[in-house]
C-alpha cells in the first residue's frame, strides 16, 4: 500500500501541468488577493500594424523601437499605477511584430533588430518596487503571424507540426526573461490563444524551472497544460462580472493613440467592487487598460481618472482590498453592474461584511435579504461617516436606519455589519 502511495505522490509530482498552484509568491503575494491593476501596452512593431500602435502625445508616429525605449518614462507610469490604488502592472514584454523592451540575446542570435539598447523592463521594476507594486510581463509566445516572410523562416513558424524550431526559439525568450527578471517579476500574462505551434508542457516546463510559483495568467482561455489562471478583454453593457481577471480599456485602444478617457472613473471602481464580490473569483480582479505616450504623457483624462480611482478605493480600505467575496450576501459569476443595488465583501477572517451601496435609497432606510449563509448581525456602521445607525434582523430580513438620507453616497455608501 505503501509504495501505491508512494508512486501516486510521484505521478502528481511528475504531471504538475494538470495542478493549479496557491498563487502565492515567495514574498506573500497572492494572486487571490489582487484586486485591482493597470494593463500598459507601450509597443512599436517596427512596420506597418493594421490596429495601429503607441504615439507621441501630438499624434506623430514613433519611429523606430529604440526611439520608443529612450524616451520610456519608468517613474511617471510606477506614479501613475500608485496614483490609481493598482497592486499589479501588466506590462508589454513584446507584441506585435515581437519587438522586445530590453536588449535580448536571444534575440540578437534569432532575430536580429527586434530587441531594445535600453532595458525598459529593469527600469520599470526599479520604478514599481519603491511603491511595492507586482509586474505581470505581458507575452505572446505564438507572435510568429506578425513577422515578415523572412523572419517566420528563421524562427520556424513556417516548418510546421511539430514547430520544433519554432518552440526552441520561443522557450529560449521565456528562459531569458525568466532568468534575468525572475525573482522581481510575479507572473506571465500570455496572449495568443497557445496555438498549436506552441508546445504547452514544454514551455510550462521552462517558466517553471526558472520561477516555480509565477502566476501564469491566459488570456480568453484556460488551457491547463501552461496556465492556471485565465483572464477576460473588454466588456459590454451591462459589464457582467466574471471570475476570471478582466481586462478593460478606458480609452480607445491598449495603447496610447490620439483618443480621450470614455470610461468613468467612479464606474471604474463598482465594477472593480463588483469583481472584488463575485463568487468563486480565481484573482486578479480587474485592470484597466491604458498606454503612456513617449516622454511621459497620457491621453486627456486618464491622470484625473486614475486620481478619482485612486481616492475611492482609498475610502474603501480593506473592505477592497484585502477582502474576500461575501458570504452572506451572494454575488454571482455574470452579475451585471449596471441596475445593480449592492454588492457584498468580507474581511479575510470572515468577521465583518461590508455591504457596497450602489445605488442611494429614496428615504433613510435600506432593506437587505436574510444572510445566505445564516449569520446573524448585531451591529452596523457606515465607514467614512458619522452618525448613529440601527439594525434590525427578523425573519424576514435585515433593516439598516440611518439618521438621515444625506449619508448615503452617490457611488458607494460602505456599510459595515458585525
Known amino acids: 500500500m505503501k509504495n501505491i502511495l508512494l508512486i501516486f505522490a510521484l505521478l502528481t509530482v511528475i504531471s504538475g501541468q494538470s495542478q493549479t498552484t496557491s498563487g502565492r509568491l515567495p514574498d506573500g503575494s497572492s494572486y487571490q488577493d489582487m484586486k485591482l491593476g493597470l494593463f500598459v501596452h507601450y509597443m512599436n512593431p517596427a512596420k506597418e500594424y493594421r490596429w495601429g500602435s503607441t504615439q507621441w502625445a501630438d499624434g506623430s508616429q514613433v519611429q523606430s ?22 497592486q499589479y502592472v501588466i506590462f508589454t514584454t513584446w507584441h506585435a511584430n515581437m519587438n522586445a523592451l530590453y536588449p535580448s540575446e536571444v534575440m540578437k542570435k534569432w532575430l536580429p533588430g527586434h530587441s531594445t539598447q535600453r532595458d525598459v523592463i529593469r527600469d520599470l521594476i526599479n520604478a514599481l518596487k519603491t511603491r511595492k507594486i507586482n509586474l505581470i510581463l505581458y507575452v505572446h509566445p ?3 503571424h506578425d ?20 518552440n526552441d526559439f520561443i522557450n529560449a525568450m521565456f528562459d531569458e526573461v525568466a532568468l534575468r527578471y525572475g525573482k522581481d517579476l510575479s507572473g506571465f500574462y500570455i496572449d495568443g490563444g497557445v496555438p498549436r505551434q506552441v508546445d504547452t508542457e514544454r514551455l510550462r516546463k521552462t517558466i517553471t524551472a526558472r520561477m516555480p510559483d509565477a502566476w501564469r495568467i491566459q488570456n480568453s482561455g484556460l488551457n491547463p497544460k501552461l496556465v492556471d489562471y485565465a483572464a477576460r478583454e473588454r466588456m459590454e453593457t451591462p459589464y457582467p462580472a466574471t471570475t476570471w481577471m478582466m481586462c478593460h480599456t478606458i480609452a480607445n485602444e491598449w495603447w496610447a493613440l490620439s483618443g480621450t478617457v470614455t470610461f468613468c472613473p467612479e464606474l471604474a471602481y463598482q465594477y472593480t467592487v463588483l469583481q472584488a464580490a463575485v463568487q468563486g473569483a480565481t484573482g486578479g480582479g ?21 486620481d478619482r ?50 445605488k442611494p435609497p429614496k428615504g433613510n432606510t435600506f432593506s437587505l435579504p436574510l444572510p445566505a ?26 433593516v439598516i436606519t440611518v439618521k438621515s438620507p444625506d449619508v448615503w453616497d452617490d457611488v458607494d455608501t460602505i456599510i459595515e455589519l458585525r
Not at 67 to 79: I, P, S, T
Not at 147 to 166: C, H, I, L, M, V
Not at 373 to 398: M, P
Open 65 to 86: 523601437l529604440e526611439e520608443l525605449a529612450n524616451n520610456f518614462d519608468a517613474e511617471d507610469l510606477a506614479k501613475t499605477a500608485a496614483s490609481m490604488g493598482a
Open 142 to 144: 505564438s507572435d510568429g
Open 147 to 166: 513577422f515578415t516572410k523572412e523572419d517566420q523562416d528563421r524562427s520556424g513558424w513556417n516548418e510546421g507540426a511539430p514547430y520544433t524550431k519554432w
Open 286 to 306: 480587474v485592470a484597466w487598460s491604458f498606454g503612456p505616450h513617449p516622454g511621459g504623457r497620457w491621453e486627456l483624462g486618464v491622470r484625473s481618472f486614475c
Open 309 to 358: 480611482l485612486g481616492a475611492l478605493v482609498k475610502k474603501a480600505g480593506p473592505s477592497l482590498i484585502g477582502s474576500k467575496p461575501g458570504q452572506a450576501f451572494i454575488t454571482k459569476d455574470g452579475t451585471p453592474l449596471i441596475g445593480l443595488t449592492f454588492a457584498a465583501t468580507q474581511s479575510a477572517d470572515g468577521k465583518k461584511t461590508f455591504v457596497h451601496l450602489f
Open 373 to 398: 449563509d445564516g449569520r446573524r448581525f448585531t451591529s452596523a456602521r457606515i465607514i467614512g461617516k458619522r452618525g448613529r445607525v440601527r439594525l434590525e434582523q427578523n425573519e424576514t430580513g435585515i
